[in-house]
C-alpha cells in the first residue's frame, strides 16, 4: 500500500468521475492533500462537480504514469474543518490564483473505499485490489 501513496505524492494530477442524470462526467483536478487513505480536492460552488458530489457522493478518481495506473474508489464528503481547508489553500499556490480568498473555495475529501493499483509493464500483468471497507 506504500507504494500506492507514493505514487500519488508525485502524480497529484488525477481524473475524477462523478455521475450527473445516470451518466459519467470525468474532469481532471489536482489532488490537494493526502492523509491516509483520505484525498482531498478543491473546487468552486458554481462548477458542476459540487452540484454533482451533492446529489452523488460516489466517485472515482485515476492517475497513471508510463505502465502504472492507480485508481481509488470512495465517498466524498464535504465538511472539511476549517483549519485544513485553510492549509490546503496555503499550501498550493493555484488556488491563490484563481480565489481571493480560502473561503471563495469549496473542498471535498474522499474517504478511500477501494484502492486498485496496474503495473502493465509486468509479465504477467501486477494486479492488486485492496478492500478498505
Known amino acids: 500500500m506504500e507504494k500506492v501513496f507514493d505514487f500519488f505524492n508525485s502524480h497529484n494530477n488525477v481524473v475524477l468521475g462523478t455521475v450527473e442524470e445516470n451518466k459519467p462526467k470525468l474532469r481532471v483536478l489536482q489532488l490537494m492533500k493526502q492523509e491516509g ?3 482531498y480536492f478543491a ?3 458554481e462548477k458542476a ?3 454533482q458530489l451533492q446529489q452523488n457522493p460516489y466517485v472515482e478518481f485515476i492517475s497513471m504514469d508510463g505502465s502504472i495506473s492507480v485508481k481509488v474508489v470512495g465517498k466524498a464528503f464535504l465538511d472539511i474543518p476549517d483549519d485544513m481547508a485553510r492549509e490546503i489553500y496555503n499550501s498550493n499556490l493555484v488556488l491563490s490564483r484563481f480565489h481571493d480568498s480560502y473561503r471563495s473555495v469549496v473542498y471535498f475529501g474522499l474517504s478511500a473505499e477501494k484502492i486498485d493499483f496496474y503495473d502493465l509493464s509486468t509479465t504477467p ?3 492488486r485490489s485492496i478492500l478498505l471497507a
Do not use: Q
Open 37 to 39: 487513505t483520505t484525498f
Open 43 to 45: 473546487t468552486s460552488k
Open 49 to 51: 462537480v459540487y452540484k
Open 125 to 127: 500483468v501486477t494486479f
